[in-house]
């Protein structure tokens, strides 16, 4: 069965950019001139995807406006006689087809995905987590889809990184099964560099079948009280093969300040009309005369 419906997270609290987010859902953060989940829908639609989940809470309205009608916008840019903005604007909402569901209580991102249970069905889906974000020719969830028209179970997208950043991420036990192409034999989430079974972390994106929901269903919270996706996946290795790919691009952990920083320095360094001018500014910058306040 192919996959036509992708789930995006987007309950979360983003304490970490506070105050930014105080009143503005951290989705909506700008990467240059687009939101940072306008990115992430845009890597789905190329990658095939026809339906969009997304997975909200309290404060997170903007994000359903992004992406509907915006009427008296829209007339406002033909008045002025602005069609190329009319053409951006309209793009944005034609996109894709969405679906908002609520989840009440931050209980984890396994919780979150099985909000949408109903919604996806007994159906292969796509996860998508916002606070990746991925350049990469081909788009990052295409290429696990590509795995997946192949072995047909769940995969995850993973890349390696230093031993010390292994707490941050779940972390796989991997067989090597070819080119980029690992079984996953066991999954831990955040582990102590000294006790992580390797080095290849999982990234936001994922292709689950959807067995999970059962499993995620028979996970016990952590000891934060939330329901990890990494504790599902444990469960369902017991009756499915799950595999892990080292997808190719580069990943941003938009979710982190400095990560943001170097998202937004490359993705305005490419972007064809700021680029060239945002270099000549960077090669010129001072940085001595530049200290850290305070
Ligand atoms: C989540 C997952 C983790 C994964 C990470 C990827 O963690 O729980 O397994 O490695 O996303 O970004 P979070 O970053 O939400 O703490």
């Known amino acids: 069965m192919g996959i036509s419906k992708a789930v995006l997270p987007a309950a979360g609290l983003g304490t970490r950019f506070l105050p930014a987010t105080k009143s503005c859902p951290k989705e909506m953060l700008p990467l240059v001139d687009k939101p940072l989940i306008q990115y992430v829908v845009e890597?789905?639609?190329?990658?095939?995807?026809?339906?969009?989940?997304?997975?909200?809470?309290?404060?997170?309205?903007?994000?359903?406006?992004?992406?509907?009608?915006?009427?008296?916008?829209?007339?406002?840019?033909?008045?002025?006689?602005k069609n190329d903005l009319v053409e951006t604007v309209r793009k944005i909402s034609n996109m894709i087809s969405f679906c908002y569901v609520r989840q009440r209580e931050a209980l984890g991102?396994?919780?979150?995905?099985?909000?949408?249970?109903?919604?996806?069905?007994h159906e292969p889906f796509a996860v998508l987590l916002g606070d990746d974000i991925i350049h990469s020719e081909v788009p990052c969830l295409r290429q696990l889809m590509n795995v997946y028209e192949r072995h047909q179970c769940s995969i995850l997208a993973v890349e390696r990184v230093p031993r010390n950043q292994v707490s941050n991420y779940g972390v796989v036990a991997p067989r090597k099964m070819g080119d980029r192409l690992y079984q996953v034999l066991d999954l831990v989430e955040k582990p102590d560099p000294d006790r992580a079974p390797s080095d290849l972390a999982i990234i936001g994106r994922y292709i689950l079948t959807p067995e999970i929901f059962r499993e995620i269903e028979?996970?016990?919270?952590?000891?934060?009280?939330e329901i990890q996706l990494t504790d599902a996946l444990r469960l369902l290795l017991k009756s499915q093969t799950v595999y892990a790919y080292e997808f190719e691009g580069t990943r941003y952990d938009a979710g982190s300040k400095l990560g943001f920083l170097k998202a937004t320095v490359e993705f305005a360094l490419r972007d064809p009309e700021l680029g060239e001018s945002f270099r000549s500014y960077l090669e010129e910058l001072d940085l001595e005369r530049l200290q850290p306040l305070g």
């Open 43 to 81: 890597e789905t639609k190329a990658s095939g995807i026809r339906e969009v989940i997304i997975i909200t809470g309290r404060g997170k309205n903007a994000i359903e406006d992004h992406f509907d009608v915006s009427f008296e916008l829209e007339q406002l840019l033909v008045q002025r006689g």
């Open 109 to 121: 991102l396994g919780h979150a995905i099985l909000c949408a249970r109903q919604v996806v069905g």
């Open 218 to 225: 028979d996970t016990q919270p952590d000891s934060k009280g």
